[in-house]
Structure formats: C-alpha cells, structure tokens
C-alpha cells in the first residue's frame, strides 16, 4: 500500500517518463558501471547478498540475492531485481504479487560483499504473506545488556526471563 502522503512512482527512465516493471530495459546490451563493479566482492556464483529495508522505519523485510545484472536493472529501474539461485532466472519483486518494492536508496558494505537496499514497500514483503520474512521465528540468543550486566553467561529467552 502507497503513503497517501508521498506516493511512490517508479523511477524514470532515460527519457525522464515513467516506467513500469513490464516495460523493456532500455538498452539490452547495457552492463553495470565497471567502477560499481570493481567495488563488488562476489560469492563462488558471482552473487553477493542485499539486505532489503523499509526506508520508514529501517524494518529489515527481506534478503536476496544479486548479480551484476540484477544490481544494474536495480538501479535503473527503481525496482528490486534479484536473480533466483534456484530458478536461475531473475525476478522483479511484486511483479507477480503486486508487493512492490520501490527503490529509494542502495549502499554497499565496507567489504563489498553485502548491499543494503533501501525501498518503499508495497504490502508484505514475504512471500508467505507476512510483513517481512523475519516473523515467523525468534531463537533463543544471549542478550545483555552492558549498562547493567557484562557477564555473557546471563541467558535471556525470547519471553524475556533471564536465567544464569
């Protein structure tokens, strides 16, 4: 769903128009920016992750996965592209869904492994329907807190009761 308030538009195109996920890359041929690249520090298939977050509220909604060519159509377009491991194809967030993710802002890591993409979202984010793909499960982890209690043996679970 769109902010009443500053609806999201998907970027323009070369020409300044607005574009929409169905309608053809403007050059086929195009590759990323070499300088971008250089900066990328792939994984053994040529991915490197992007951490996908809600701009309002740094909300973190999903990961996938981009290669050089989902990164340039993500920057392009103003669309979240990322290319399926399993499927070996790419795909366009909401293009089937309708959950849109519209491009606000992409940054890369300081080793280059990682983007962190910045979006507007347009519904859930997770394909089973929840807001984001980190509801469905919280694990038990150490928390402390070091204000009051430097002791990493202090074990606190999810319901918020510590034990030692």
């Known amino acids: 769903m769109t902010d009443p308030i500053d609806p999201i538009e998907p970027a323009p195109g070369p020409s300044g128009a607005r574009r929409t996920c169905s309608d053809p890359l403007p050059d086929p041929t195009a590759t990323l920016d070499p300088e971008i690249a250089s900066w990328l520090k792939r994984d053994p298939e040529g991915l490197v992750a992007a951490v996908i977050q809600e701009e309002s509220t740094s909300e973190v909604l999903m990961v996938g996965w981009m290669d050089d060519e989902a990164l340039r159509r993500t920057l392009t377009t103003g669309r979240s592209t990322f290319y399926s491991r399993s499927r070996g194809e790419y795909w366009v967030k909401g293009e089937t869904s309708g959950h849109r993710q519209w491009v606000r802002e992409v940054r890369l890591d300081c080793d280059g492994d990682t983007l962190l993409v910045k979006v507007r979202q347009d519904g ?34 999810p319901a918020g009761e510590g034990t030692r």
């Open 124 to 157: 859930p984010a997770c394909h089973t329907g929840t807001r984001t793909c980190f509801d469905a499960k919280v694990l038990p982890a150490v928390v402390t807190d070091p204000a009051v209690d430097t002791d990493p043996a202090v074990v606190t679970d």
